[in-house]
């Protein structure tokens, strides 16, 4: 698999459903995290926690960069596209 298909398939996710799952992931990770810390866990255990959520913290916030990324790479595109068609069209007047 390739970025390119990749950055396609991201294309065809719904972005905000999509979001919306990643952080609610992030956010029990980080409950589940408060709880162990609470209920006073082991230390290998808590330590085993913290950096599951750490990971997927920081996985989180690569894929909303990604994702909105793509967005942005596809608004710019609309924009030049516009610019493109409204030069032509005053060059061809």
């Known amino acids: 698999m390739n970025i390119m298909s990749v950055f396609s398939r ?3 996710l719904n ?5 919306s799952i990643i952080w609610s992931v992030v956010v029990v990770s980080w ?3 408060g709880g162990a810390l609470l209920i006073d866990v ?3 255990l ?7 959520t750490a990971v997927l913290t920081e996985t ?3 894929l ?3 994702l909105l990324g793509v967005a942005m790479v596809d608004a710019r595109r609309a ?3 516009r610019i493109k068609g409204w030069v032509a069209g005053r060059v061809a007047s």
């Open 79 to 81: 924009v030049v596209q």
């Open 15 to 19: 972005k905000k459903f999509t979001l």
């Open 31 to 33: 409950l589940v995290m």
């Open 10 to 12: 991201l294309k065809q």
């Open 42 to 44: 082991r230390q290998d």
């Open 60 to 62: 989180a916030f690569w």
């Open 64 to 66: 909303t960069a990604i």
């Open 46 to 52: 808590f330590v085993t926690v913290v950096v599951v």
